[in-house]
Protein backbone atom coordinates (compact mmCIF):
# COMPACT_ATOMS: atom_id res chain seq x y z
CA UNK A 1 0.00 0.00 0.00
CA UNK A 2 1.04 3.63 -0.74
CA UNK A 3 2.30 5.76 1.70
CA UNK A 4 0.86 9.00 2.91
CA UNK A 5 3.01 10.54 0.18
CA UNK A 6 2.57 14.19 -0.47
CA UNK A 7 5.81 16.19 -1.24
CA UNK A 8 4.62 19.59 -0.61
CA UNK A 9 3.92 18.88 2.57
CA UNK A 10 6.62 21.27 3.92
CA UNK A 11 6.09 20.55 7.66
CA UNK A 12 6.91 16.66 6.79
CA UNK A 13 10.31 17.94 5.14
CA UNK A 14 10.75 20.16 8.15
CA UNK A 15 10.61 16.68 10.65
CA UNK A 16 12.20 14.99 8.38
CA UNK A 17 13.77 13.85 4.88
CA UNK A 18 10.77 11.61 3.74
CA UNK A 19 13.03 8.21 2.33
CA UNK A 20 10.62 6.18 2.70
CA UNK A 21 8.16 8.02 0.22
CA UNK A 22 10.98 8.39 -2.00
CA UNK A 23 11.74 4.54 -2.01
CA UNK A 24 8.03 3.82 -2.78
CA UNK A 25 7.69 5.99 -5.62
CA UNK A 26 11.46 4.93 -7.09
CA UNK A 27 9.71 1.63 -6.88
CA UNK A 28 6.08 2.06 -7.71
CA UNK A 29 5.78 4.94 -9.41
CA UNK A 30 8.65 6.97 -10.82
CA UNK A 31 6.33 9.26 -12.70
CA UNK A 32 4.31 10.25 -10.33
CA UNK A 33 1.80 13.08 -9.74
CA UNK A 34 1.88 14.82 -7.02
CA UNK A 35 -1.28 17.59 -6.64
CA UNK A 36 -0.75 21.10 -5.37
CA UNK A 37 -2.81 23.05 -2.67
CA UNK A 38 -1.81 26.10 -4.66
CA UNK A 39 -1.26 25.26 -7.83
CA UNK A 40 -1.54 22.74 -11.40
CA UNK A 41 0.46 19.77 -9.66
CA UNK A 42 3.70 18.53 -10.94
CA UNK A 43 5.12 14.79 -11.77
CA UNK A 44 7.71 13.76 -9.69
CA UNK A 45 10.70 11.83 -11.10
CA UNK A 46 12.50 9.99 -8.42
CA UNK A 47 14.42 7.30 -10.65
CA UNK A 48 18.44 8.29 -11.12
CA UNK A 49 18.54 7.82 -14.62
CA UNK A 50 15.26 9.87 -15.05
CA UNK A 51 16.73 12.17 -13.05
CA UNK A 52 19.62 12.62 -15.15
CA UNK A 53 17.53 11.89 -18.70
CA UNK A 54 15.31 14.78 -17.75
CA UNK A 55 17.76 17.17 -16.59
CA UNK A 56 19.86 16.41 -20.40
CA UNK A 57 16.70 16.73 -22.31
CA UNK A 58 16.21 21.08 -22.64
CA UNK A 59 14.35 20.34 -25.48
CA UNK A 60 11.78 18.41 -23.86
CA UNK A 61 11.86 19.66 -20.28
CA UNK A 62 12.75 23.53 -20.04
CA UNK A 63 13.84 25.60 -17.74
CA UNK A 64 12.51 28.54 -19.52
CA UNK A 65 9.44 28.65 -17.35
CA UNK A 66 11.05 28.85 -13.67
CA UNK A 67 13.49 26.32 -12.35
CA UNK A 68 13.79 26.91 -9.20
CA UNK A 69 10.43 28.08 -7.87
CA UNK A 70 7.17 25.18 -7.88
CA UNK A 71 4.67 28.32 -8.11
CA UNK A 72 2.65 28.59 -11.59
CA UNK A 73 3.90 32.06 -12.60
CA UNK A 74 2.29 34.87 -14.22
CA UNK A 75 4.36 35.90 -17.89
CA UNK A 76 5.08 39.11 -15.71
CA UNK A 77 6.97 37.64 -12.95
CA UNK A 78 8.86 35.38 -14.79
CA UNK A 79 10.33 37.87 -16.81
CA UNK A 80 11.31 39.67 -13.80
CA UNK A 81 12.19 37.03 -11.87
CA UNK A 82 14.42 35.15 -14.72
CA UNK A 83 18.21 34.06 -13.79
CA UNK A 84 20.43 31.95 -15.94
CA UNK A 85 18.91 29.23 -14.11
CA UNK A 86 15.61 29.73 -15.66
CA UNK A 87 16.90 29.73 -18.71
CA UNK A 88 17.44 26.94 -21.62
CA UNK A 89 20.81 26.92 -24.07
CA UNK A 90 22.14 29.26 -26.00
CA UNK A 91 20.85 32.31 -24.02
CA UNK A 92 21.73 30.12 -20.27
CA UNK A 93 24.98 29.19 -22.16
CA UNK A 94 26.32 33.12 -22.97
CA UNK A 95 25.45 34.20 -18.93
CA UNK A 96 27.09 31.06 -17.69
CA UNK A 97 30.05 31.63 -19.48
CA UNK A 98 30.53 34.99 -17.88
CA UNK A 99 31.37 32.80 -14.69
CA UNK A 100 33.29 30.32 -16.01
CA UNK A 101 36.75 31.79 -15.24
CA UNK A 102 36.02 31.91 -11.27
CA UNK A 103 34.85 28.46 -11.00
CA UNK A 104 36.75 26.17 -12.88
CA UNK A 105 39.06 23.10 -11.42
CA UNK A 106 41.94 25.08 -11.75
CA UNK A 107 41.05 28.48 -10.79
CA UNK A 108 39.43 27.35 -7.40
CA UNK A 109 42.45 25.06 -6.12
CA UNK A 110 44.11 28.63 -6.36
CA UNK A 111 41.70 29.58 -3.37
CA UNK A 112 42.82 26.35 -1.26
CA UNK A 113 44.88 28.68 0.59
CA UNK A 114 42.58 31.79 1.58
CA UNK A 115 39.66 28.56 2.60
CA UNK A 116 41.96 27.21 4.80
CA UNK A 117 42.64 30.14 6.19
CA UNK A 118 39.43 31.09 6.72
CA UNK A 119 38.59 27.59 8.12
CA UNK A 120 41.30 28.15 10.80
CA UNK A 121 40.15 31.21 11.82
CA UNK A 122 36.61 29.79 12.03
CA UNK A 123 37.47 26.75 14.00
CA UNK A 124 39.98 28.60 16.04
CA UNK A 125 36.94 30.64 17.31
CA UNK A 126 34.65 27.61 17.50
CA UNK A 127 36.28 24.80 18.97
CA UNK A 128 37.75 26.24 22.51
CA UNK A 129 33.72 26.77 23.34
CA UNK A 130 33.86 23.08 22.99
CA UNK A 131 29.48 23.14 22.77
CA UNK A 132 27.95 25.26 20.56
CA UNK A 133 25.91 25.86 17.38
CA UNK A 134 27.24 24.20 14.57
CA UNK A 135 25.26 26.00 11.70
CA UNK A 136 25.69 29.59 13.48
CA UNK A 137 29.69 29.11 14.76
CA UNK A 138 31.11 27.22 11.92
CA UNK A 139 28.93 25.82 8.63
CA UNK A 140 27.21 29.06 8.11
CA UNK A 141 30.11 31.06 7.93
CA UNK A 142 32.90 29.57 5.99
CA UNK A 143 30.77 29.51 2.62
CA UNK A 144 30.27 33.06 2.98
CA UNK A 145 33.41 34.10 3.60
CA UNK A 146 34.98 32.56 0.77
CA UNK A 147 31.88 34.04 -1.57
CA UNK A 148 32.49 37.37 -0.59
CA UNK A 149 36.03 37.23 -1.40
CA UNK A 150 35.53 35.90 -4.88
CA UNK A 151 32.67 38.53 -5.38
CA UNK A 152 34.25 41.45 -3.38
CA UNK A 153 31.46 41.72 -1.07
CA UNK A 154 33.01 43.82 1.98
CA UNK A 155 33.57 41.82 5.18
CA UNK A 156 31.39 43.54 7.05
CA UNK A 157 28.59 43.18 5.07
CA UNK A 158 28.72 39.32 5.16
CA UNK A 159 26.15 39.17 7.98
CA UNK A 160 24.06 41.01 5.75
CA UNK A 161 23.99 38.75 2.72
CA UNK A 162 23.38 35.71 5.20
CA UNK A 163 20.23 37.24 6.33
CA UNK A 164 18.96 38.08 3.05
CA UNK A 165 19.53 34.35 1.63
CA UNK A 166 18.47 32.81 5.13
CA UNK A 167 15.05 34.98 4.65
CA UNK A 168 14.61 34.19 0.95
CA UNK A 169 15.50 30.29 1.03
CA UNK A 170 13.58 30.08 3.93
CA UNK A 171 10.68 31.23 2.79
CA UNK A 172 7.94 28.19 3.80
CA UNK A 173 9.21 28.82 7.63
CA UNK A 174 7.17 31.25 9.69
CA UNK A 175 10.38 30.98 12.01
CA UNK A 176 12.54 32.65 9.26
CA UNK A 177 10.64 34.96 6.89
CA UNK A 178 7.34 36.97 7.62
CA UNK A 179 6.14 36.77 4.29
CA UNK A 180 5.18 33.10 3.84
CA UNK A 181 4.94 31.67 0.39
CA UNK A 182 1.67 30.62 -0.35
CA UNK A 183 0.61 33.19 1.85
CA UNK A 184 -1.70 36.34 0.73
CA UNK A 185 1.17 39.27 1.78
CA UNK A 186 3.45 37.33 -0.11
CA UNK A 187 1.21 38.88 -3.04
CA UNK A 188 2.30 42.12 -3.18
CA UNK A 189 6.34 40.33 -3.88
CA UNK A 190 5.06 38.03 -6.89
CA UNK A 191 7.69 40.34 -9.16
CA UNK A 192 10.18 38.93 -6.96
CA UNK A 193 12.78 35.52 -6.41
CA UNK A 194 11.21 33.89 -3.98
CA UNK A 195 8.10 35.71 -3.37
CA UNK A 196 10.78 37.29 -0.93
CA UNK A 197 11.36 41.58 0.15
CA UNK A 198 14.83 39.92 1.09
CA UNK A 199 15.15 39.61 -2.59
CA UNK A 200 14.55 43.59 -2.88
CA UNK A 201 16.98 44.32 -0.35
CA UNK A 202 19.30 41.95 -2.43
CA UNK A 203 19.29 43.86 -5.65
CA UNK A 204 19.52 46.88 -3.89
CA UNK A 205 22.85 45.83 -1.83
CA UNK A 206 24.28 44.34 -5.70
CA UNK A 207 23.89 47.79 -7.03
CA UNK A 208 25.45 49.48 -4.69
CA UNK A 209 28.01 47.08 -4.75
CA UNK A 210 28.08 47.28 -8.74
CA UNK A 211 28.30 50.85 -8.52
CA UNK A 212 31.23 51.14 -6.54
CA UNK A 213 33.33 48.82 -8.73
CA UNK A 214 31.86 50.89 -11.86
CA UNK A 215 33.76 53.60 -10.73
CA UNK A 216 36.68 51.87 -9.56
CA UNK A 217 37.40 48.57 -10.51
CA UNK A 218 39.10 45.84 -8.19
CA UNK A 219 40.45 42.14 -9.26
CA UNK A 220 36.79 40.34 -8.10
CA UNK A 221 33.95 38.96 -9.81
CA UNK A 222 31.56 41.91 -9.41
CA UNK A 223 34.11 44.40 -11.18
CA UNK A 224 34.43 41.42 -13.88
CA UNK A 225 30.70 41.06 -14.43
CA UNK A 226 30.11 45.45 -14.35
CA UNK A 227 32.98 46.02 -16.89
CA UNK A 228 33.04 43.16 -18.86
CA UNK A 229 35.91 40.65 -20.18
CA UNK A 230 37.16 39.32 -23.16
CA UNK A 231 34.32 37.79 -24.97
CA UNK A 232 31.83 39.15 -22.21
CA UNK A 233 30.38 42.30 -22.61
CA UNK A 234 29.28 44.03 -19.58
CA UNK A 235 26.48 42.59 -17.01
CA UNK A 236 24.65 45.31 -16.00
CA UNK A 237 21.10 46.30 -14.48
CA UNK A 238 18.47 43.72 -14.09
CA UNK A 239 20.74 40.77 -15.83
CA UNK A 240 23.34 41.89 -13.15
CA UNK A 241 20.89 41.48 -10.10
CA UNK A 242 19.50 38.46 -11.02
CA UNK A 243 22.86 36.71 -11.41
CA UNK A 244 24.53 38.45 -8.09
CA UNK A 245 21.05 37.51 -5.97
CA UNK A 246 21.40 34.19 -7.87
CA UNK A 247 25.16 33.28 -6.63
CA UNK A 248 24.64 34.99 -2.92
CA UNK A 249 21.70 32.42 -2.48
CA UNK A 250 23.31 29.07 -4.62
CA UNK A 251 26.67 29.74 -3.54
CA UNK A 252 26.21 30.35 0.40
CA UNK A 253 23.17 28.25 1.49
CA UNK A 254 24.08 25.42 -0.18
CA UNK A 255 27.35 24.65 1.14
CA UNK A 256 26.40 25.17 4.66
CA UNK A 257 23.95 22.42 4.77
CA UNK A 258 26.33 20.04 3.26
CA UNK A 259 28.83 21.33 6.10
CA UNK A 260 26.18 21.09 8.81
CA UNK A 261 24.23 17.83 7.79
CA UNK A 262 27.14 16.00 7.35
CA UNK A 263 28.66 16.94 10.76
CA UNK A 264 25.23 15.46 11.98
CA UNK A 265 25.47 12.85 9.86
CA UNK A 266 29.36 12.11 11.28
CA UNK A 267 27.82 12.19 14.68
CA UNK A 268 25.20 9.94 14.35
CA UNK A 269 28.13 7.74 12.44
CA UNK A 270 30.65 7.75 14.86
CA UNK A 271 32.73 4.69 12.85
CA UNK A 272 32.44 6.89 9.86
CA UNK A 273 34.24 9.73 11.84
CA UNK A 274 36.81 7.84 12.82
CA UNK A 275 37.27 6.46 9.15
CA UNK A 276 37.68 10.15 7.85
CA UNK A 277 39.99 10.88 11.06
CA UNK A 278 42.57 7.85 10.62
CA UNK A 279 42.37 8.51 6.51
CA UNK A 280 45.45 10.96 6.58
CA UNK A 281 43.58 12.88 3.85
CA UNK A 282 44.11 10.47 1.25
CA UNK A 283 40.25 9.14 1.17
CA UNK A 284 39.33 12.71 2.08
CA UNK A 285 37.93 12.61 -1.46
CA UNK A 286 35.68 9.87 -1.50
CA UNK A 287 34.14 11.39 1.96
CA UNK A 288 33.39 14.58 0.34
CA UNK A 289 31.26 12.72 -2.40
CA UNK A 290 29.42 10.31 0.01
CA UNK A 291 28.51 13.59 2.19
CA UNK A 292 27.00 15.34 -0.67
CA UNK A 293 25.39 12.14 -1.95
CA UNK A 294 23.75 11.63 1.48
CA UNK A 295 22.68 14.66 2.69
CA UNK A 296 21.36 16.02 -0.60
CA UNK A 297 21.46 19.79 0.50
CA UNK A 298 18.82 20.87 -2.35
CA UNK A 299 15.93 18.22 -2.79
CA UNK A 300 14.87 19.21 -6.60
CA UNK A 301 14.55 21.45 -9.12
CA UNK A 302 11.72 21.90 -11.50
CA UNK A 303 10.96 21.71 -15.64
CA UNK A 304 8.39 22.32 -17.84
CA UNK A 305 7.11 19.76 -20.57
CA UNK A 306 7.47 21.52 -24.23
CA UNK A 307 5.85 18.83 -25.71
CA UNK A 308 3.27 16.18 -24.51
CA UNK A 309 5.70 12.86 -23.76
CA UNK A 310 5.52 9.79 -22.52
CA UNK A 311 7.62 8.22 -19.65
CA UNK A 312 7.54 5.09 -17.93
CA UNK A 313 3.69 4.53 -20.22
CA UNK A 314 2.77 7.71 -18.14
CA UNK A 315 1.50 10.80 -20.45
CA UNK A 316 3.09 13.62 -19.70
CA UNK A 317 1.25 16.59 -20.99
CA UNK A 318 2.82 19.67 -23.03
CA UNK A 319 2.99 22.82 -20.04
CA UNK A 320 3.35 20.23 -17.12
CA UNK A 321 5.47 20.86 -14.14
CA UNK A 322 8.44 17.94 -13.73
CA UNK A 323 10.34 17.96 -10.79
CA UNK A 324 13.43 15.84 -10.64
CA UNK A 325 13.97 14.67 -7.09
CA UNK A 326 17.70 14.70 -6.57
CA UNK A 327 17.10 13.23 -3.24
CA UNK A 328 15.40 10.43 -4.08
CA UNK A 329 17.57 9.53 -6.98
CA UNK A 330 20.84 9.73 -4.54
CA UNK A 331 19.20 6.81 -2.87
CA UNK A 332 18.13 4.63 -5.76
CA UNK A 333 19.76 1.64 -5.16
CA UNK A 334 19.80 0.26 -9.11
CA UNK A 335 23.35 2.77 -8.79
CA UNK A 336 24.18 2.89 -5.34
CA UNK A 337 24.97 -0.59 -3.21
CA UNK A 338 23.01 0.24 0.37
CA UNK A 339 22.16 3.51 -0.39
CA UNK A 340 20.89 4.22 2.71
CA UNK A 341 24.39 3.72 4.69
CA UNK A 342 27.14 6.40 4.65
CA UNK A 343 30.00 4.91 3.43
CA UNK A 344 32.61 7.03 3.12
CA UNK A 345 34.85 4.97 1.12
CA UNK A 346 32.30 4.37 -1.54
CA UNK A 347 34.25 3.88 -4.78
CA UNK A 348 31.38 4.75 -7.36
CA UNK A 349 29.54 7.55 -6.52
CA UNK A 350 27.67 9.16 -9.67
CA UNK A 351 25.29 11.24 -6.87
CA UNK A 352 23.06 13.64 -8.37
CA UNK A 353 23.66 16.84 -5.39
CA UNK A 354 24.97 19.49 -8.23
CA UNK A 355 22.43 18.12 -10.72
CA UNK A 356 23.72 16.16 -13.42
CA UNK A 357 23.35 15.61 -17.03
CA UNK A 358 22.57 18.98 -18.20
CA UNK A 359 23.81 22.31 -18.97
CA UNK A 360 22.79 23.58 -15.44
CA UNK A 361 25.27 21.68 -13.40
CA UNK A 362 25.61 23.39 -10.39
CA UNK A 363 29.12 25.80 -11.58
CA UNK A 364 30.33 26.27 -7.99
CA UNK A 365 30.99 21.97 -7.36
CA UNK A 366 34.77 22.63 -7.51
CA UNK A 367 34.41 25.39 -4.50
CA UNK A 368 31.70 23.81 -2.55
CA UNK A 369 34.16 20.56 -3.08
CA UNK A 370 37.00 22.13 -1.80
CA UNK A 371 35.30 24.31 0.75
CA UNK A 372 33.91 20.79 2.50
CA UNK A 373 37.30 19.23 2.04
CA UNK A 374 38.99 21.48 4.05
CA UNK A 375 36.13 22.12 6.64
CA UNK A 376 36.86 18.26 7.03
CA UNK A 377 39.93 18.01 6.97
CA UNK A 378 40.78 20.48 9.68
CA UNK A 379 38.14 19.25 11.87
CA UNK A 380 39.92 15.83 11.37
CA UNK A 381 42.66 16.92 12.39
CA UNK A 382 41.18 18.64 16.04
CA UNK A 383 38.21 16.85 16.92
CA UNK A 384 38.15 13.01 18.21
CA UNK A 385 34.66 13.33 18.93
CA UNK A 386 31.43 14.54 17.94
CA UNK A 387 28.04 14.92 19.54
CA UNK A 388 25.13 16.17 18.81
CA UNK A 389 24.00 17.62 22.34
CA UNK A 390 20.81 19.52 21.68
CA UNK A 391 17.53 19.22 19.53
CA UNK A 392 18.63 20.05 16.19
CA UNK A 393 15.83 22.71 14.08
CA UNK A 394 15.66 21.97 10.51
CA UNK A 395 14.58 24.10 7.84
CA UNK A 396 10.56 24.13 6.95
CA UNK A 397 11.13 23.56 3.01
CA UNK A 398 10.76 20.36 0.83
CA UNK A 399 13.37 22.89 -1.65
CA UNK A 400 16.21 23.53 0.68
CA UNK A 401 17.44 20.22 3.10
CA UNK A 402 18.81 22.66 5.62
CA UNK A 403 19.62 22.90 9.39
CA UNK A 404 18.99 26.28 11.31
CA UNK A 405 20.43 24.96 14.67
CA UNK A 406 22.57 22.21 15.61
CA UNK A 407 23.76 21.47 18.61
CA UNK A 408 27.48 19.76 18.88
CA UNK A 409 29.89 18.91 21.41
CA UNK A 410 33.18 18.80 19.74
CA UNK A 411 35.68 17.12 21.67
CA UNK A 412 39.59 16.18 21.17
CA UNK A 413 39.31 12.64 22.11
C1 LIG B 1 27.19 21.70 -1.56
C2 LIG B 1 27.00 22.84 -2.19
C3 LIG B 1 26.14 23.00 -3.41
C4 LIG B 1 25.12 22.24 -3.88
C5 LIG B 1 24.53 20.98 -3.27
C6 LIG B 1 24.65 22.86 -5.10
C7 LIG B 1 23.63 22.37 -5.88
C8 LIG B 1 23.23 22.91 -7.09
C9 LIG B 1 22.21 22.35 -7.94
C10 LIG B 1 21.40 21.10 -7.64
C11 LIG B 1 22.11 23.14 -9.02
C12 LIG B 1 21.14 22.97 -10.20
C13 LIG B 1 21.60 21.81 -11.07
C14 LIG B 1 20.67 21.48 -12.21
O1 LIG B 1 19.55 22.03 -12.31
O2 LIG B 1 21.07 20.65 -13.03
C15 LIG B 1 23.05 24.23 -8.85
C16 LIG B 1 23.23 25.26 -9.74
C17 LIG B 1 24.03 26.36 -9.47
N1 LIG B 1 24.92 26.51 -8.43
FE1 LIG B 1 25.25 25.20 -6.93
N2 LIG B 1 25.39 23.99 -5.34
C18 LIG B 1 26.33 24.11 -4.34
C19 LIG B 1 27.29 25.09 -4.21
C20 LIG B 1 27.43 26.17 -5.03
C21 LIG B 1 28.44 27.19 -4.90
C22 LIG B 1 29.55 27.22 -3.86
C23 LIG B 1 28.21 28.10 -5.88
C24 LIG B 1 29.05 29.33 -6.10
C25 LIG B 1 28.62 30.46 -6.37
C26 LIG B 1 27.05 27.65 -6.64
C27 LIG B 1 26.49 28.29 -7.72
C28 LIG B 1 25.52 27.75 -8.54
C29 LIG B 1 24.99 28.42 -9.71
C30 LIG B 1 25.36 29.81 -10.18
C31 LIG B 1 24.06 27.55 -10.29
C32 LIG B 1 23.26 27.78 -11.57
C33 LIG B 1 23.99 27.09 -12.71
C34 LIG B 1 23.30 27.23 -14.05
O3 LIG B 1 22.12 27.58 -14.11
O4 LIG B 1 23.98 26.98 -15.05
N3 LIG B 1 26.61 26.47 -6.10
N4 LIG B 1 23.75 24.05 -7.68
Given at each position: MSPPI?????????????HDWFTWLRENAPVHWNPEPNGRGFWAITRHQDVVAVSRDTDTFSSEIGASALEDLEPDALEARKSMIDMDPPGHTALRRRLTPEFTRRAVADYELRVRHTVHEVLDA??????????????????????????????????LLIDLGD???GNTDPDITDVLLDSEASDRFRLL?????????????????????LDAPRDDLVSHLVHGRAGAPPLRDRDFDAMFLLLVVAG?????????????????????WERVRESGGHELPLAVEELLRYTTPLHHFRRTATRDVVLHD?????????????????????????????????ASNPHTSFGRGGPHRCIGEHLARLEIAVTLDELRRRVGRIEVVGEPVRVRSNFTNALRVLPVAARNS
Open positions: DLTDQDEFQRRVPALPKVEFDFVHDVAATIPIRVLCDILGVPAGDQKRMFPFRSPAAAEMFEYGRWLAAQRNETTRSALALGIQAFAEHPAATQIAEGDKVVVWFTAANRDDAVFDRPDELDVTR
